[in-house]
């Protein structure tokens, strides 16, 4: 897909709130074929989520200094977000979505000590006193040194949340329980191809009137 048609795609993302996915962008040859899946996209759920994605999309490109066209739902978070700015980029978001946010988790491996070395402290506390009554101590060890471990982990924790595997997921999770019930600004079938004039003929070069529902982007109007 060459810049003209990656421009094109993205403001029509914009414009109407939906996600053009790279499959159904390589499909998409005509203005009509265009409209058509603006409509389709639009009679389906995909506002609500393609808002969202829209945001984390924003907040990514700022924090990491990349292009927007590289930011796709189905971007995996690992290529994307370097170990060492990851907890940057998390409490970024974590702050501008506070109630649906979850933390950044350790490797399974280092959960296992920090779970591990606590009980071992306390089989050691019991093991040199060898009384019961040193049973309150012992927890009281153990909980100190979970704590301090603990704390001392977190900026080992480099895992995402279980069902965070792509920007798509981070967009999903941060949307409010009722968001199905957020209604979509109404716009009828013609009003949106009317627009989407505008958007191909500004992005394109061409006139208005040049672009008809059969116009083909590369052919018809030049697009590189």
């Known amino acids: 897909m060459g810049l003209d048609l990656v421009e094109l795609v993205m403001e029509t993302e914009e414009a109407f709130g939906i996600v053009i996915s790279d499959e159904a962008a390589g499909e998409i040859r005509t203005a009509g074929d265009l409209c058509e899946y603006v409509l389709s996209q639009r009679r389906l759920d ?16 700022e924090a990491l200094g990349i292009a927007p066209r590289t930011v796709r739902p189905s971007t995996e978070l690992e290529s994307l977000l370097p170990r060492c700015l990851r907890h940057r980029v998390w ?24 779970a591990l070395v606590p009980l071992v402290a306390a089989a050691f506390v019991l ?4 009384a019961v009554a040193a049973l309150p101590f012992a927890g009281l060890v153990a909980l100190g040194i979970w704590l301090l471990v603990w704390i001392s982990a977190r900026p080992l924790a480099v895992c995402f949340p279980s069902g965070l595997v792509t920007v ?9 329980a009722n968001c199905d019930e957020v209604a979509r600004s109404p716009l009828e079938d013609e009003e949106v191809w009317r627009r989407l004039q505008k958007i191909v003929a500004g992005n394109l070069g061409v006139d208005v009137e040049e672009v008809t529902r059969a116009a083909r982007f590369v052919e018809d109007l030049g697009a590189g």
Not at 127 to 130: G, I, K, L
Not at 168 to 175: E, N, T
């Open 168 to 176: 798509g997921d981070v967009a999903i999770a941060s949307l409010p």
């Open 91 to 114: 409490r970024l978001l974590s702050r501008q979505y506070p109630c649906h946010w979850k933390r950044l988790r350790l490797s399974p491996w280092i959960g296992r000590a920090v």
């Open 127 to 130: 093991a040199q006193t060898r």
């Open 46 to 61: 995909g506002c609500p989520t393609a808002q969202a994605f829209r945001e984390i999309r924003r907040l990514l490109v």
